[in-house]
T-cell receptor, first 111, second 115 residues
């Protein structure tokens, strides 16, 4: 089955800096890669996703890049703010299969 | 639009007791998922329903876990008897379709502590 590795496990940045979280996947047939943000005491919330026919996608301060050859994808957050502090999960899936999640990255943004 | 509702939010039980969690998905969503999230890990799928039928329960420990989705709407996940390693957050999610590219919307989860 699919295996998703996520790094780093924790990331501390100063407000205004950029943050990058990286994930690798094992199944070359995977074609959908969402990113979820989970705040304390809440369920994961989708923040951005990318499909395998696209190399990059942006939504304001958030961007995701995908390298299918290397089987890795990354989340980029620019101009970080304290409210960006949360746990971020990457995931991968294909067809009708369900999502396989990474272990998460705790992002801490200091004012 | 109302989100995915779950109850209770917290539950503390002793090992070998039974417990049940309830989920009400977003109205009209045909697909419902139950995930287990152990502290420090990502969610792991336990079971997936399409309407009121099970489409994937390969990772559900069937000797102690059971789930049902009556009339294709609400769902209940039960653990009987509970073990210490069942301590986790149980997340319910729903999506309008079964395809993996359809956004899954998560509820707030039920935090289970087994003593």
């Amino acid at each position: 089955g699919e295996n998703v590795e996520q790094h780093p496990s924790t990331l501390s940045v100063q407000e205004g800096d950029s943050a990058v979280i990286k994930c690798t996947y094992s199944d070359s047939a995977s074609n959908y890669f969402p990113w979820y943000k989970q705040e304390l005491g809440k369920g994961p919330q989708l923040i951005i996703d990318i499909r395998s026919n696209v190399g990059e996608k942006k939504d304001q301060r958030i961007a995701v890049t995908l390298n299918k050859t290397a089987k890795h994808f990354s989340l980029h957050i620019t101009e970080t703010q304290p409210e960006d502090s949360a746990v971020y999960f990457c995931a991968a899936s294909k067809g009708y299969s369900t999502l396989t999640f990474g272990k998460g990255t705790m992002l801490l943004v200091s004012p | 639009e109302a989100g995915v509702a779950q109850s209770p939010r917290y539950k503390i039980i002793e090992k070998r007791q039974s417990v049940a969690f309830w989920c009400n998905p977003i109205s009209g969503h045909a697909t419902l998922y139950w995930y287990q999230q152990i502290l420090g890990q990502g969610p792991k799928l336990l079971i997936q329903f399409q309407n009121n039928g099970v489409v994937d329960d390969s990772q559900l420990p069937k000797d102690r876990f059971s789930a049902e989705r009556l009339k294709g709407v609400d769902s209940t996940l039960k653990i009987q008897p509970a073990k210490l390693e069942d301590s986790a957050v149980y997340l319910c999610a729903s999506s309008s379709q079964r395809v993996s590219t359809d956004t899954q919307y998560f509820g707030p989860g039920t935090r289970l502590t087994v003593l």
